[in-house]
């Protein structure tokens, strides 16, 4: 499932080309690919804008089209935006093209169908988008903000900060990396962390997931960049999906817990209880 790094990696790679370009047609092929109004009318609304600026925010990919409208993507479970060149044929599972006026056709492909698109004004956004914490990778991130989101909570530290209220873009992945970062356990009351913790944290959060962005994010399933390529990070995690090999610090074999239904790397010496 893409989380920030797979999200910005991709929206990078779109201001790089897209900004200016004008979408002169749109096919839907999967009706409900397209959220909170009918196929047509997102069609409608896509036709003749110009796309003017790429942004991200948490996990959503936001195009903001010449109207003033923002063209918003969710990718879920396997969604990704595939760029291809005039005469290539579309790739398997699209579910959403868009023409653009240099021949290039933008490709919505999803084969489980979760990730959706949707158009919204800016100060009409989706209950998700506006309820979602704060960005990681902003300046105003700090210690302090990070103690503010998990003052008093009694959940563990890794549910805490896979709740995209509390902190906005990380999910599993980047979660387990986080922590092993900071040698938090992840079954830590997240409210019990001690202020030279939390400003571990918040540089292990920030570590994973500028780590994982430079790597092109992490492919272990459907991930692809804007030009079908694999994000090479899994060369690179430090316990995600590592069970049973040696700590890369201190050579303990690496363990899993599930919490809140998610498998959870770490290392029981360098993350203690
Ligand atoms: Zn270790």
Redesign the pocket.
């Known amino acids: 499932m893409p989380e920030l790094p797979e999200v910005e990696y991709v929206a990078r790679q779109l201001r790089a080309t897209l900004p200016g370009r004008r979408i002169t047609g749109a096919e839907v092929r999967w009706a409900r690919s397209i959220q909170g109004m009918e196929p047509a009318e997102f069609v409608a609304g896509v036709t003749g804008r110009t796309v003017t600026a790429i942004g991200r925010r948490a996990k959503y990919l936001l195009l903001t089209l010449d109207d003033g409208r923002l063209l918003i993507a969710h990718r879920r479970m396997s969604g990704n935006l595939l760029l291809c060149g005039q005469g290539q044929e579309a790739p398997p599972y699209t579910r959403v093209a868009l023409d653009l006026d240099d021949g290039r056709r933008l490709y919505y492909t999803d084969p489980r169908k979760f990730g959706r698109l949707t158009l919204a004004w800016l100060d009409a956004l989706p209950p998700a988008l506006a309820e979602l914490g704060p960005e990681p990778l902003e300046a105003a991130f700090t210690p302090t903000a990070l103690a503010e989101r998990l003052a008093g909570s009694r959940r563990a530290i890794k549910a805490a900060l896979l709740d995209q209220r509390v902190i906005a873009g990380l999910g599993n992945i980047y979660a387990d990396e986080a922590l092993?970062r900071a040698g938090i356990h992840p079954l830590r009351s997240a409210g019990s962390l001690t202020g030279a913790e939390i400003r571990r944290l918040r540089d292990g959060i920030q570590g994973a997931l500028t780590t994982g962005i430079a790597h092109g994010g992490t492919t272990f399933g459907r991930h692809r960049d804007l030009y079908d390529e694999a994000g090479s990070n899994l060369e690179h995690v430090e316990v995600y999906r590592r069970t049973g090999q040696p700590?890369?610090?201190?050579?303990?074999p690496?363990e899993r817990v599930t919490v809140t239904q998610r498998g959870t790397h770490y290392?029981?010496?360098?993350?203690p209880a």
Request: one cysteine or more; proline letters at 8%.
């Open positions: 092993f700590c890369v610090r201190c050579g303990t690496i290392c029981p010496r360098c993350q």
